[in-house]
């Protein structure tokens, strides 16, 4: 009986990995929940490594839970719930980078590098395309020539 | 004594690696046949060495001897022998004796197999190898040495962490490693062709299986760590976007561009320059991916302890093996002999397509990656980069490729059509196109998006299938021998890129239909979910080896049948630590997944997860690892299937 | 033409080397407050020691720099720093309170057992009130100028190497502006 109260002491107060919301956190509203659910995974935990609000166990992680929740049923839009967010732990917490001037490369980074790449894709292709490779120089025009000549002997 | 022994083993294979470095390199300036052979002999002696270091830390770990100050951190006597062994790699040092190991095996197989290729050629790559190898052997007896004692030793260990004790850690850290390291053969090939000025056949017939033999392991290990992070983890993720994760991604997807140009460039002749720029990049990435592990530069769930001395010394090693091969081919490379024609609409036109789309991927992951790091320092704003951004923009580039994927095997060589292309995959076509038609209807807006994956999967599945349907059907007179004469190279890229469709399809299930429930439960009570109905049937304390565990146990009346899942959480006294396993029920439909969380007056916290689909990544994943080894094992494309060459028509003098 | 293009490959690289290497210095865990520069929001909490009038955002507006300590009693590196801001309450520095995520008997217990550096002190039950301003976790200290604006977050405990090398300097620093 008393490893069983020690052992759940223990993992009481120790955060194991495990995805997070508890039953108490969630919304009457299933919509509202829904809402609440989806954005809780584009926000950071920022104490933790690598994990957003709704997979983590950390203690930050349900508070900033409940506070999504606060924000959403008192009517706030989506951006305005992040928002409220954001003004207190900045946009690191934004697992969706912003879209700023900073972040453009961020964001456009990969369509710039298929567009340069697909117009060197293109010239390249053009060059080793058999119409453009043109006629032998004279020395190439030589060497065929005296392979001809040689009549195949090895 | 034993680590000892494995310490000064350490010191003789790094004087033995700055021979290989030193003196092939020399030898193939001057021509000089003896030195070439030294390098030949301490690639093998240095290999035999290291073998021989990591058999001392492995025993050290295995017996758990705790004056060895690695095991003492990462051993205990209660834990089970496969981990003790396995725990050789799960540290920092340990992990970089592995590397050290695998690319030391990769030079001596170089030396061993590489009597066919021209004896310059070989020298020059074993030369680089052992630079390579110098380097990082450097870096483990100076900054990270394994070997290290702990005095006085304690009596018992610390143990490995509990989240690693798994039969995860014994196949996945070895095999990335044969993927990373791996990669190094095919830049020591580029590099030694750089130094020579010129890239001929048997350079192109060296460099593929090279690369697949890196890429094989590189595609299982990824897989394998998804799936383990899936049920390890507890809370059903299969890929997180993690620093770590990415690291491994970059070399993935530039080592199958390089996969794909070495083919061509074997087979064609054609892409040569584009070769050796993607086997430098390659190694290239899985260094830079040591260094993202090992530095402290980001946080990672997957990170070693942070150490920015060690972050110095490899950004030293990437500097300087990087650079110089990316300054010589600067230097070299448009001096060299380009390569075959061919029309834009041809096989090697497909390839080059498909290097375009792996670059524009692996830049996506590159920036998502590295990013944060950039713009705090340009403007001193930490940012965050997660999963929101990569199905922004790794998914809108991803889907083009795999439709193209289809396209590529059905391409002639050289020269093709387009109405012809078309014709050769009508089939394909029309069963992809009716899936897209069946599917749209169901879903809506976000329907659109699942619709197109299933039919992008059934491409790719039947389209692949589709390359030996048509080979058959032409050989239909002889069905059986037209089957058992199938070139393995050809089924392995059936499989590979069917098991490329599973995965699509795995993915394109689980993110369209996954759903998920929390709530609090008693023993005796029931819950409806996903088409199940479960009850909690026992919560009880339980033991295990070196731990003790919170046991809930569940039956289960679902689709297929009834069944009983199990889900603990469990304590390890020693390592001071908790893991939650979960309970999770597969199935080609979908998995089942359970996970247990805190208990309170209302009874234990339950969640539980539907992932339809999910099973089919992983097989798609160990597919196209299986498609690879087959090809692999194809030997008309094997060097050391040396044919003797006689000449067709014995010259006869004149008369 | 050509060359150029195959010189862009080594010139990339170059600069990525650069970006790692200075990469390398910073710590990537490191928080920076969204209020640096900014003033305090505004906030009042409970007293936490009887008879009080408990800690609010309008204490840090009094005409001097001062410190802003998020501290608890369940809180293991509060343990470490507590000395350190002993000593330097001794030494004149002002140091505000705010009790974090327990009872307002729970943090007093603190006080009384191990001495009390707070010139004000608040407590704030539901961490509502620190969340306000970013506060991630205890102890976290932030460095207030004479006007109530955050000048600097410290995360983890106070070292005295800490107050030697950074804050002490700023605060310093911070009574010699207007």
Known sequence: MRRLLLLTAALVLLAGPAAAVNPDEQLKDPALEQRAHQLSKTLRCVVCQNQSIDDSDAALARDLRIILRERISAGDTDSQAIDYIVARYGSFVQLDPPLRLDTLALWFGPLIVLALGGIGAFVYMRGRSPAAAGALTAEEEADAAEILKSDGAR | ?655 | MKRLLFILPVVGFVGLLAVFFLGLGRDPRALPSVFIGKPLPAFATAPLRPGDTGLASTDFQKGEPALLNVFASWCGPCRVEHPVLMRLRQEGVVIHGLDWKEDAPAGLKWLTERGDPYVRAGNDPTGRTGIEFGVAGVPETFVIDKQGRVRYRHVGALTPEDWDQKIGPLMEQLRKES
């Open chain 2, 1 to 655: 004594m034993l680590a000892e022994v494995g310490q000064f083993a350490l010191i003789l294979a790094l004087l033995l690696a700055l021979v290989q470095s030193a003196a092939p390199l020399w030898g193939a300036h001057r021509g000089d046949g003896v030195l070439m052979a030294v390098g030949r002999q301490a690639a093998l002696l240095q290999a035999v060495f290291i073998v021989l270091a990591f058999g001392a830390l492995a025993w050290s770990y295995v017996t758990c001897d705790f004056s060895v100050q690695l095991v003492a951190e990462h051993s205990h006597t209660s834990q089970p022998v496969a981990y003790r062994f396995a725990a050789t790699w799960g540290s920092h040092e340990g992990s970089m004796l592995l590397w050290v190991l695998i690319l030391a095996i990769y030079g001596a197989g170089v030396a061993f197999f590489g009597g066919t290729l021209r004896e310059t050629l070989q020298a020059r790559v074993l030369g680089v190898q052992g630079v390579i190898g110098a380097a990082f052997l450097g870096f483990l007896l100076f900054t990270s040495n394994p070997f290290l004692r702990l005095s006085p030793a304690p009596v018992e260990g610390t143990e490995l962490n509990p989240l690693l004790q798994d039969p995860g850690l014994v196949f996945h850290p070895p095999l990335l490693y044969l993927g990373y390291v791996g990669f190094s053969v095919a830049f020591c090939f580029a590099v030694a062709a750089l130094i020579e000025g010129r890239v001929d056949a048997a350079w192109a017939r060296w460099v593929r299986p090279w690369v697949l033999a890196a890429w094989i392991p590189l595609t299982a290990g990824i897989t394998l760590g998804s799936a383990w992070a899936y049920y390890e983890l507890g809370w059903g993720g299969w890929w997180f976007w993690d620093p770590v994760e990415n690291a491994s991604l970059m070399p993935w997807l530039l080592g199958t561009a390089l996969l794909h140009s070495a083919l061509v460039l074997e087979r064609r002749g054609a892409l040569v320059s584009w070769t050796i720029l993607l086997a430098i990049l390659t190694f290239s990435l899985s260094l830079v991916g040591t260094f993202l592990v090992r530095s402290g530069i980001l946080t990672s769930v997957h990170a070693f302890a942070v150490d920015p001395k060690r972050g110095v010394y490899i950004l030293g090693i990437l500097a300087v093996t990087t650079g110089l091969s990316l300054a010589l081919y600067a230097w070299r490379a448009p001096a060299i002999r380009t390569g075959a024609l061919f029309q834009p609409l041809s096989r090697e036109g497909g390839v080059t397509l498909n290097n375009l789309f792996l670059t524009a991927l692996t830049a996506t992951v590159f920036l998502g990656t590295f990013s944060p790091v950039i713009i705090e320092m340009v403007n001193n704003d930490k940012i965050s980069v997660g999963p929101p951004y990569y199905a922004k923009t790794f998914a809108p580039l991803a889907i083009p490729l795999l439709a193209l994927v289809v396209f590529g095997p059905m391409l002639n060589w050289k020269k093709d059509e387009a109405r012809k292309a078309l014709v050769r995959l009508r089939i394909p076509l029309i069963v992809a196109g009716v899936v897209l038609a069946a599917a749209l209807p169901f879903g809506g807006l976000k329907g659109i998006a699942t619709a197109g994956g299933l039919a992008l999967a059934t491409w790719l599945i039947v389209g692949s299938v589709w390359i030996l349907g048509r080979r058959w059907w032409s050989g239909r007179a002889y069905l059986g021998r037209s089957i058992l004469t199938t070139p393995r190279s050809i089924v392995g890229l059936v499989v590979a890129h069917a098991g490329l469709g599973l995965l699509t399809l795995g993915i394109t299930g689980v993110t369209s239909w996954e759903s998920d429930k929390v709530l609090n439960m008693k023993v005796g009570e029931s819950v409806a979910f996903a088409g199940r109905t479960l009850t909690l049937t026992d919560y009880a304390l339980t033991e295990g080896p070196n731990y003790q565990a919170k046991t809930a146990r569940f039956a289960v009346k679902g689709p297929t049948g009834a069944y009983d899942l199990r889900s603990e959480k469990r304590w390890f006294p020693s390592a001071q630590s908790q893991t939650t396993e979960a309970g999770i029920r597969v199935g080609p439909l979908g998995n089942l997944y359970v996970s247990i969380g805190e208990e309170s007056d209302a009874g234990v916290i339950v969640r539980l997860w539907n992932h339809p689909l999910i099973v089919w990544i992983w097989i798609g994943g160990f597919a196209m690892a299986a498609g690879g080894a087959v090809s692999l094992s194809d030997r008309r494309l094997r060097v050391g299937a040396a044919v003797k060459t006689q000449p067709l028509v014995q010259p006869v003098p004149a008369e």
